[in-house]
C-alpha cells in the first residue's frame, strides 16, 4: 500500500524551514527518501533504518518514528537548490520499493 | 563508474509500432528496476530483477510490455504494439544488496517516450 505524503506541495522563500510527513498503514522496516529535480531523475537522500540508522548523502536530517509508522524530512535554512519533489519510498518486500506521491517543494529568492 | 544509462534519452513513435527501451547498470550492482513516471499515475515500478531473474512483474501494465534481462550488464524493456496511454518517462534502476549499502537506488536519466 502507497505511504501517503503531506502536504502535497509547498512554497518557501529562502532560509525557511519546511517538513515533509510520510506515514503508512504498514508496519515500516525502513524509509527511503529521494529529491527529483525538474526533468531529471530521482537521486536519493536518505535512508532510515528501525532502530535509529541512519544515512545520507546531504545535510539533511530526518525522523523515523516506527509506533506511529512514519517518517519526517526536515529542509533548515532553505537554498534555491532544495526545489523539486521529495519521495517518500517504503519496502513492500524484499528489495521493492513503494513510492509515495511526491511533495513538491518551490524555493523562492 | 558512469552509472545508469539509458537508451535512448528521447523515443517519438506513432501508434502501434515496437519499442525498446535500454538499460545498463551500474557494474556490480545486482537488482535491476524498471519504472515508468506520468503525472496522473506518479512513479510507478513495472518489474525488478535480481541475478537477471525477474522477482516481480505484476506492475507491468499489459501483455504489450516484456522486460528481460539476458545478462548482468543489460536490460530492456519493450512495448508492442504501443499505444499513445504508454507515454511517459521511463526510468531504469539498479542497487546492491550488500549490507553496506542500505539498498539506494540509483536511477539512470530515463527515455522520454512520445507515442503520437
Known amino acids: 500500500q502507497q505511504p501517503v505524503q503531506s502536504p502535497q506541495a509547498v512554497i518557501l522563500r529562502e532560509g525557511e524551514d519546511a517538513v515533509i510527513n510520510c506515514s503508512s498503514s504498514k508496519a515500516l522496516y525502513s524509509v527511503h527518501w529521494y529529491r527529483q529535480k525538474h526533468g531529471e531523475a530521482p537521486v536519493f537522500l536518505m535512508i532510515l533504518l528501525k532502530g535509529g540508522e541512519q544515512k545520507g548523502h546531504e545535510k539533511i536530517s530526518a525522523s523515523f518514528n516506527e509506533k506511529k509508522q512514519q517518517s519526517s524530512l526536515y529542509l533548515t535554512a532553505s537554498q534555491l537548490s532544495y526545489s523539486g519533489t521529495y519521495f517518500c519510498?517504503?519496502?513492500?518486500?524484499?528489495?521493492?520499493?513503494?513510492w509515495g506521491a511526491g511533495t513538491k517543494l518551490i524555493i523562492k529568492p | 563508474d558512469a552509472g545508469v544509462i539509458q537508451s535512448p534519452r528521447h523515443e517519438v513513435t506513432e501508434m502501434g509500432q515496437e519499442v525498446t527501451l535500454r538499460c545498463k547498470p551500474i557494474?556490480?550492482?545486482?537488482?535491476l528496476f524498471w519504472y515508468r513516471q506520468t503525472m496522473m499515475r506518479g512513479l510507478e515500478l513495472l518489474i525488478y530483477f535480481n541475478n537477471n531473474v525477474p522477482i516481480d512483474d505484476s506492475g507491468m501494465p499489459e501483455d504489450r510490455f516484456s522486460a528481460k534481462m539476458p545478462n548482468a550488464s543489460f536490460s530492456t524493456l519493450k512495448i508492442q504494439p504501443s499505444e499513445p496511454r504508454d507515454s511517459a518517462v521511463y526510468f531504469c534502476?539498479?542497487?546492491?544488496?550488500?549490507?553496506?549499502?542500505?539498498?539506494?537506488?540509483?536511477f539512470g536519466p530515463g527515455t522520454r517516450l512520445t507515442v503520437l
Open positions: 519510498g517504503t519496502f513492500r518486500q524484499n528489495y521493492q520499493l513503494i
Open positions: 534502476a539498479s542497487s546492491a544488496s550488500d549490507s553496506y549499502s542500505y539498498n539506494e537506488q540509483f
Open positions: 557494474s556490480g550492482h545486482d537488482y
